[in-house]
């Protein structure tokens, strides 16, 4: 399908008559530009196309009920309503292939507004040609069939949404929406739930045999469980999402904390413990010179004196062991002692041995002459030599060192304190240390719960596994008993070809969705190369990167941009492999993009997406130097203006704000 032109008349902004000319020729040029300030008219544009092909099946309504009539009541344009013009119109033409023929038709709604009520007509061209109420009703269920409103919703992509797919954990309930639906497997769930309810109809009406009704019982159980599978696995996505958010928040925080001079308990502690071994050592080098000061320093700076002072208690000690010895030898005891040991007529030559020793003695023996002034004690003596024997040891510049090293620790120790103190002090790395708990507890909460959560699904497989055995005792027992001609067991089969086909032709189909799309990716990616494969399970519709390492890579660690890049790629692809043909709309689309990323996506993606890209844009988003990028692929281009006074916006053909394709040209 492809629009070939939009006439709005009454509606939203529009005051009167407005028409846009989308269909361009088919070549390179595949853009339709359409910029405008905000509240300008862009949405009510895109509301207006939608509404136009599906009517009431744009709101979810499937009739015009009350909740329809309110919508079309809050479109219509206020200014017409205070002129007493009663009626507005919305008019869509597309052109699509039918039977290999390409045919223009026109769909047009008209409401007409009594008394605050109105009337919807429908009016469908095909060729020029006016439809019969039953041949415009045929079209428009062949419409639904092969665009359905909700497929045409998935080409309209709003830049802030496309984010929020990926942040909030959409992404893979995106995926699989659009998969079933473009690959037409939509077809198969929608016969799979109508053979449910047809098998509740029949378990109503019908006598069952015991197998049947266990069997039923047993579906029942399974899918009752299956749901509560689901419902957990979604919510354990979106806490492990959340849990991821939550570790970078915190990861962000502590970096700000760490930046702004802020410390952790953990470091705070550690601060503290160091601060303490440093106050241990400084309080064992003061020990140690306040020892020295007390012990040691008198004699140390008074070593002379001391050298004298030993001097002077060995010559003392000295002479007391000679005098000793003079009065030991001047006793009787010794004459005695030698008489004893000679004969008694020898006891003259004892008394002259005896003289001999005593002049020998006194004369080679001399006490020195010295005043007496300590007497030391033999005890006495030791000590002071010992003390002399250890200030010959002691270095003067070992307690120096000891000293400067102090003051060094000191001043390392002041430095801590005020560190811990000035993080004490700063109200906003309270405030910051405070969000940093926070966020921690939280982190511990949300890993907890994930924790929870998954053991709860382990425990639902289990019972699934369970009851799947038991529901193939019922089936086999229901074999035994004939029964496989059973309409309930024809049904149950039927469910599960179904479900096996659709599970078959999604592994087909996504796989050649994964190769299409990491080719994309490579080309639009700045690094590179920095993606080697996509893997999408086919049950969950869960998205996996790998590098070249087959190291998994987290999507929350990409950039906003190559998160952006990364959906359209694989959009894009899912469109390709489908073979579907549709405009796709692009609102606030190169918001988040870096100026590479923006050059890629025109450059290489863009052409590829189809023959129509509906583009609408701010002034503020594209740029002189974007509009020159994308100014060779526009086939056309208008500008809204909305004017207050006239309470109105005005169409601008061939002109985006200020810039125009002739200038452009020239």
């Known amino acids: 399908m492809k629009l070939h032109n939009?006439?709005?008349?009454?509606?939203?902004?529009?005051?009167?008559?407005?028409?846009?000319?989308?269909?361009?020729?088919?070549?390179?040029?595949?853009?339709?530009?359409?910029?405008?300030?905000?509240?300008?008219?862009?949405?009510?544009?895109?509301e207006s196309i939608k509404l136009a092909l599906f009517g009431s099946l744009s709101y979810g309504f499937r009739s015009e009920t009350e909740g329809y009539k309110e919508k079309i009541l809050s479109l219509w344009n206020r200014k017409a309503k205070i002129n007493g013009q009663n009626t507005c119109k919305i008019s869509v033409t597309i052109l699509q292939v039918e039977d290999y023929k390409k045919n223009v038709f026109q769909i047009t709604r008209v409401w007409d507004l009594k008394e605050n009520r109105f009337k919807e007509n429908l009016y469908v061209y095909k060729n020029n040609n006016l439809l019969s109420t039953l041949e415009a009703e045929n079209f428009q269920n062949k419409l639904k069939e092969e665009i359905p409103p909700r497929l045409f919703e998935l080409t309209l992509f709003d830049g802030e949404e496309i984010h929020k797919l990926i942040n909030h954990g959409h992404l893979n309930s995106y995926l699989k929406e659009m998969s079933s639906i473009l690959f037409n497997l939509d077809l198969f769930e929608k016969l799979e739930t109508d053979l449910k309810d047809y098998k509740t109809i029949l378990y109503t009406k019908k006598n069952l045999s015991d197998s049947e009704k266990k069997l039923k019982i047993t579906s029942d159980q399974i899918e009752v469980i299956a749901d509560k599978k689901i419902h957990l696995e979604k919510k354990y996505r979106a806490l492990k999402n959340q849990l991821q958010r939550?570790?970078?928040?915190?990861?962000?925080?502590?970096?700000?904390?760490?930046?702004?001079?802020?410390?952790?308990?953990?470091?705070?502690?550690?601060?503290?413990?160091?601060?303490?071994?440093?106050?241990?050592?400084?309080?064992?080098?003061?020990?140690?010179?306040?020892?020295?000061?007390?012990?040691?320093?008198?004699?140390?700076?008074?070593?002379?004196?001391?050298?004298?002072?030993?001097?002077?208690?060995e010559h003392e000690r000295k002479n007391e062991a000679i005098s000793y010895l003079k009065e030991l030898v001047d006793q009787s005891k010794v004459r005695e002692a030698l008489l004893d040991h000679f004969q008694d007529n020898q006891s003259l030559l004892v008394h002259e041995l005896y003289e001999k020793m005593l002049v020998f003695i006194q004369k080679h023996i001399q006490e020195e002459k010295i005043s007496l002034i300590h007497q030391p004690s033999s005890l006495q003596l030791s000590e002071v030599l010992h003390m002399q024997k250890a200030l010959m040891q002691v270095k003067a510049k070992d307690y120096i060192q000891l000293y400067n090293d102090n003051q060094q620790l000191l001043k390392k120790s002041q430095e801590i304190r005020k560190l811990i103190e000035l993080n004490n002090e700063a109200l906003d790395l309270k405030e910051l240390l405070n969000e940093i708990e926070e966020t921690t507890i939280f982190t511990e909460q949300l890993r907890i719960e994930i924790e929870t959560v998954n053991k709860e699904i382990k425990i639902v497989n289990e019972k699934i596994e369970k009851l799947l055995k038991e529901k193939n005792r019922y089936k086999e027992r229901m074999k035994v008993e004939k029964k496989s001609s059973s309409t309930v067991y024809l049904s149950e089969q039927i469910m599960e070809i179904s479900k096996k086909f659709r599970r078959i032709q999604f592994q087909k189909k996504l796989k050649q969705v994964e190769i299409e799309a990491i080719k994309m990716v490579n080309s639009l990616f700045r690094k590179k190369p920095f993606i080697n494969e996509i893997q999408i399970d086919p049950d969950t519709f869960e998205v996996e990167l790998y590098d070249q390492d087959l190291m998994r890579i987290k999507i929350d660690h990409l950039s906003s941009g190559e998160k952006e890049l990364l959906i359209l790629c694989l959009i894009w692809a899912v469109f390709r492999v489908s073979g579907r043909k549709l405009p796709f709309v692009f609102d606030t689309l190169f918001g988040r993009l870096d100026f590479e990323h923006r050059h890629a996506l025109i450059k290489k993606l863009l052409p590829e997406m189809g023959e129509q890209i509906i583009i609408l844009s701010t002034n503020t988003e594209i740029d002189e130097h974007l509009y020159t990028l994308l100014f060779p692929y526009i086939a056309r281009e208008y500008t809204l203006e909305y004017h207050h006074s006239k309470n109105s916006t005005k169409i601008i053909p061939d002109q985006y704000f200020s810039l125009t394709k002739t200038e452009m040209r020239t």
């Open 246 to 313: 939550s570790e970078e928040l915190l990861a962000e925080k502590k970096v700000q904390f760490h930046n702004l001079g802020g410390l952790h308990n953990e470091e705070k502690e550690n601060l503290i413990e160091e601060e303490k071994k440093i106050e241990q050592k400084r309080q064992n080098n003061h020990e140690k010179i306040k020892k020295f000061i007390s012990n040691e320093l008198p004699f140390f700076l008074n070593k002379p004196l001391l050298s004298e002072v030993v001097k002077q208690m």
């Open 6 to 46: 939009v006439i709005l008349y009454n509606i939203g902004v529009y005051y009167g008559e407005h028409s846009f000319f989308l269909d361009h020729t088919p070549n390179k040029k595949n853009i339709i530009l359409i910029g405008g300030k905000n509240g300008s008219g862009k949405t009510t544009l895109l």
